[in-house]
């Protein structure tokens, strides 16, 4: 009986939430924030990522409260909000340590180049900044002299897609380089 009853209040104080009764989303935020810092924890392992996410998580439900459909447990709402914001954190962090890692190979290369007193183009550095699907057709055409057609058929994309890819490049190159 008390479960039931406690189930009504809850609705109840949702209900009011999403109507905009900010006092009653105070109760919802409260009452759900162990259970959502604990669950961080458990997702994220680190104590400083699971308050910080915890956190973010209850601001981006009070902005979204009216968004609240009422189909779910506050709580599951919550987790929910936390769990979306956990992995574009991962991603994010994903992206930067793929970033950080390009940088120290490309500060490697460069420091190889100046120990055998070899030349470093700005072109290189241009280069270095694209995506690797129009630096690898630039470097094998125009560094290694290699044909359209041996390009196409090592990358496996048709001569047109190369084509396309080597003209783009070079038209951001030649803009990257008259800067």
């Not at 949702?14 to 109507?19: D, N, P, T, W």
Request: proline share 2%; glycine share 4%; hydrophobic share 40%.
């Amino acid at each position: 009986m008390v479960t039931t009853e406690r189930r009504m209040d809850d609705e109840t104080t949702m209900k009011q939430a999403v109507r905009g009764d900010d006092r009653a989303l105070a109760i919802l935020l409260r009452d759900n924030y162990s259970l959502l810092y604990r669950y961080m924890l458990k997702v994220t392992m680190n104590k400083a990522m699971a308050e910080d996410l915890v956190q973010e998580t209850m601001l981006k439900a009070i902005e979204r409260i009216g968004t609240f459909q009422l189909r779910s447990k506050f709580s599951t709402w919550l987790i929910s909000i936390g769990t979306r914001l956990y992995m574009d954190e991962m991603r994010k962090k994903e992206r930067e340590r793929r970033w950080r890692n390009a940088e120290q190979a490309m500060q490697s290369i460069r420091f190889d180049a100046a120990m055998r007193q070899d030349e470093w183009p700005e072109a290189l550095d241009a280069l270095g900044e694209m995506p690797y699907e129009i630096r690898v057709p630039i470097l094998l055409k125009y560094y290694y002299g290699y044909a359209y057609e041996e390009i196409a058929k090592w990358l496996d994309i048709p001569i047109g897609t190369v084509k396309s890819r080597l003209h783009n490049g070079l038209k951001h190159l030649r803009k990257e380089l008259s800067q």
